[in-house]
Every structure is written in structure tokens, then in C-alpha cells.
């Protein structure tokens, strides 16, 4: 197994040197490595999260060809061009409340190109509101009460007599504090914008251009701009509306074995119906042309995101399929022998699944076998949230591959990356609310 993880390390320390789809490659090499000479399972690659980047990229891609984009980007600049280092401030708490809405983490891939765009524009260096706004989408997923993670919990808790509410009040403010501390922590992080290496020797080589806060929008595009952008905001009120009422997303029958099955149309599926839909209304009604969308920023960051993501997190499937006996086992035998270490089970788990709930499913009857006491285990909810450990997860790649400055990157010792401060930060200071609030509230 070492010598598994070894190579996963390797290949990833390799693609984040060669940068763009380089990542990508060396995770194909990777499990050239892994399934043909180790014989291991190939795993599964995250079919859904690539097909909801796909269709929520089309949607952005056209909204920037109808000028939807600069016209966001101009009205946020308006708002900011005093403090323009309030987006560091405002982006978390936006990805925040539309995750803990949804329910489901997926809403972000609307949002990155969004925030690394205006970011980029108005001077301030992305890598800190990109990185805290990933983070922010871990903790709107385990405050929302119709998340899979929080179901999971509750199911899990089912002979504690405990109901959604009190999980609520101790994890949603727990979660704001933390974020709080964690925007803290990045508020001020690095050189700015401006003073950059990274960014001045892009703007050197000509691998980007200088952008400046000023967005000009042609007095005949603003009418097309403006009604593209409502578009594209009115597609994710709908998909906030649709994860908070699932009853809002229709039934459907399939036969199987001669029987009719009646299935509820998934999350993920509604996602990138509704995205791509609003992509073609876009090009029907408000002159969004598909070769300029394709041509666009965002479509070549969304293509780079895609196929990092395709790499990276289809590699890392394959080596915890081919040992999760031995992971799931050895981390289940720890907490038998000292139950207080559950946090940090937890935590390494949730590195290698990539999922909160199934973190959730896999040890949290074991603490509930172990009869520890209810209040610890919701205080140690938060620690579910340590896909960020490793720079292999969908929404820490997408934010690398959208930030064209380079500065949210992956370090060259594979751990030094962009979301380490605020994922550790975050994770702790909101463990720790977490254990003060629900020792009083339960």
C-alpha cells in the first residue's frame, strides 16, 4: 500500500510542476502504474462532477460571450473599488449560504470563475478568496439540513433520540465562527497581486494579459449583457430551490427485468440540465456566440479543470478501492483502542474517500457501537471535512486551473498548497466552537 501511495504522491508532485492538463496526464500515468502492474481496481472516475463543471462551464462560457461576465465584473468593481479586498470577505459567506441552501457542494463550480475573474480585476490576489471559498463549501455542506452528510449523521445517531435541530444549532454556528477565523487567516496572505513573480512572468511571457478594474461594455451589448447574467443567477436560484424542495424535481420510470422502476431525478442530473438549458437560452435570445464561448477565459480554465479533475481523482479512486480494506480496518481498530482520536479518524478518512457522507457511513456506527456520548459526536461533525489535505479533490482543482494569475497553486512539496492554511484553519477553530457549544446546548 505504501508504495501505492508513494506513486499517487509522485504523479501529482510531477503534474503540479508541469501545470494546466499536466496534472491530469501524470494521473493517467499513474494509473497505467497502478492498475497494470499493481493490479489494482481501476476505480471510477467522478462522472457527475465532471458533467456539472461541463454544463456549468457552457452556461459561463456563454454568459462571457454575451458580455454577462464583464457585466458582473463592472458592477462588482463598482461595489468594491474602495475596498476591493471585501471579495475575500463576501465570497465565502455567498458560497457559504448557496452550499448550506443546495445542499450540494457542486453549486461552487458556478461561482469559481466568477470569483477568480472579479478577483483578478480588481487587483487583489485570488489565491485568498478562491481557497477560502472552497473551504467555505465544505462547512455550507455539513450546516445543510438536506445534505447527504447530515442525513448520514442523523441516521447514524438514530438510537440517541436525536433530531435535526440540535445538530443544527450546534454545527451552523460553529461553522460561521470557524469561517471567520479561517477568512482571517487569508485575508492578508501573500504579496499582492501586483508584486506577484508568478503573475508578472505570466504577464511577461504573454501567457495572460494585464486586466484592469475597468470594464468597458458597449452601450448596444448592455441590454444582452445584463439579461445573460440574469439568466445565469436566475439558473442557480433554481438550483438552490430544487435542493432545498426536492419534491420540485420530477419522477420519472425506467424498466428493468420487466418491471416499471419510478426514480426521482437526481441532483446532479437537475444541475446540468438547468445549466446547459440557460447556456442555449443565452445563445437563443441574448447573442452568445458558441465560437466565441469556446474561445473564451473561461471555457479554456473550465477544459484544463476538467481534465485535472478526470486525471487526479480517477487515480485516487483506484488506490483506495484496492486498499480499503486495510484503511477502513486500521482506522476503526485506533478508535476501538482510544475513542478520543475519532476526530482525527475521521479526518484521514475523509481525505481518502473525497465524500463527507460516506466518511459518515463508514465510522460513525463504529463511535455509536463504542457509546460515546452523543454531544462529542456532533462536536466532531466538522472533522468530515478533510478532502483538502490532499490537492487531488474537484472544487480545490477547478479553483487552480480558473485562477490564470498562478497564485492558487498546488506547492511544489505537494502539501504546500493554496488551501492547506484555511482547510487546517477552519477545521480546527470550527472543532473546537463545535465542542464549546454542543457541551452546553446538549
Same mark, same amino acid.
Given at each position: 500500500? $505504501? ?18 492538463? +499536466?496534472? +491530469?496526464?501524470? +494521473? !493517467?500515468?499513474? %494509473? ?6 499493481? +493490479? ?6 467522478? !462522472? ?131 469561517? *471567520? ?6 485575508? $492578508? ?91 442555449? %437560452?443565452?445563445? *437563443? ?28 481523482? $480517477? ?11 486495510? *484503511? ?115
Amino acid at each position: 500500500m $505504501w508504495i501505492e501511495l508513494l506513486i499517487l504522491f509522485t504523479c501529482i508532485v510531477i503534474g503540479a510542476r508541469l501545470g494546466g492538463i +499536466g496534472l +491530469g496526464t501524470m +494521473g !493517467g500515468i499513474g %494509473l497505467v502504474v497502478l492498475v497494470f502492474v499493481f +493490479g489494482l481496481p481501476p476505480g471510477s472516475p467522478p !462522472g457527475i462532477v465532471l458533467g456539472m463543471i461541463i454544463a456549468v462551464i457552457t452556461a459561463l462560457a456563454s454568459m462571457q460571450s454575451a458580455g454577462g461576465l464583464d457585466y458582473l465584473i463592472s458592477f462588482a468593481n463598482k461595489v468594491l473599488r474602495k475596498k476591493p479586498q471585501y471579495i475575500t470577505f463576501v465570497a465565502p459567506f455567498v458560497t457559504y449560504v448557496l452550499i448550506a441552501a443546495s445542499g450540494t457542494q457542486h453549486v461552487i463550480y458556478a461561482l469559481l470563475p466568477v470569483i477568480a475573474e472579479v478577483s483578478t480585476k480588481a487587483g487583489v490576489r485570488p489565491e485568498r478568496p478562491l481557497s477560502i471559498s472552497v473551504t467555505a463549501s465544505m462547512y455550507g455542506l455539513i450546516s445543510s439540513p438536506i445534505s447527504a452528510a447530515t442525513v448520514a449523521l442523523l441516521a447514524a445517531l438514530v438510537s440517541y433520540d436525536v433530531n435535526l435541530l440540535q445538530i443544527m444549532m450546534v454545527i451552523i454556528p460553529a461553522s460561521l465562527l470557524g469561517l *471567520i477565523v479561517g477568512i482571517l487567516s487569508v485575508a $492578508w496572505k501573500g504579496k499582492e497581486l501586483k508584486d506577484d513573480p508568478e503573475y508578472q512572468e505570466r504577464l511577461k511571457t504573454g501567457k495572460i494579459q494585464e486586466t484592469t478594474a475597468s470594464v468597458e461594455i458597449a452601450k448596444e451589448k448592455i441590454s444582452n449583457a445584463r439579461n445573460s447574467l440574469f439568466v445565469f443567477l436566475c439558473a442557480i436560484v433554481v438550483v438552490v430551490m430544487i435542493g432545498i424542495f426536492p419534491q420540485l424535481r420530477p419522477d420519472y420510470e425506467i424498466f428493468s427485468a420487466g418491471e416499471s422502476i419510478t426514480k426521482h431525478l437526481e441532483m446532479g442530473d437537475a444541475i446540468m440540465i438547468i445549466m446547459l438549458a440557460a447556456g442555449g %437560452l443565452m445563445m *437563443i435570445f441574448f447573442k452568445a456566440k458558441p465560437a466565441e464561448a469556446v474561445k473564451g477565459s473561461i471555457m479554456n480554465g473550465g477544459v484544463v479543470a476538467i481534465i485535472s479533475i478526470l486525471g487526479v481523482s $480517477w487515480m485516487g479512486s483506484s488506490f483506495f478501492e484496492g486498499n480499503r480494506v486495510e *484503511i477502513v480496518s486500521g482506522i476503526s481498530d485506533i478508535i476501538q483502542q482510544s475513542p478520543w482520536v475519532l476526530v482525527i479518524g475521521l479526518f484521514v478518512l475523509s481525505m481518502l474517500l473525497f465524500s463527507q457522507a460516506a466518511t459518515v457511513v463508514t465510522l460513525m456506527p463504529v463511535a455509536v457501537a463504542l457509546g460515546m456520548p452523543l454531544w462529542i459526536l456532533i462536536a466532531v461533525y466538522p472533522a468530515v471535512n478533510g478532502f483538502f489535505f490532499l490537492p487531488t479533490y474537484g472544487t480545490v482543482l477547478a479553483a487552480v486551473s480558473f485562477d490564470r494569475t498562478g497564485t492558487t497553486k498546488i506547492g511544489k512539496y505537494l502539501l504546500n498548497h493554496s488551501f492547506m492554511l484555511p482547510g487546517i484553519v477552519c477545521l480546527v477553530a470550527t472543532t473546537i466552537f463545535a465542542f464549546i457549544i454542543s457541551s452546553f446546548v446538549l
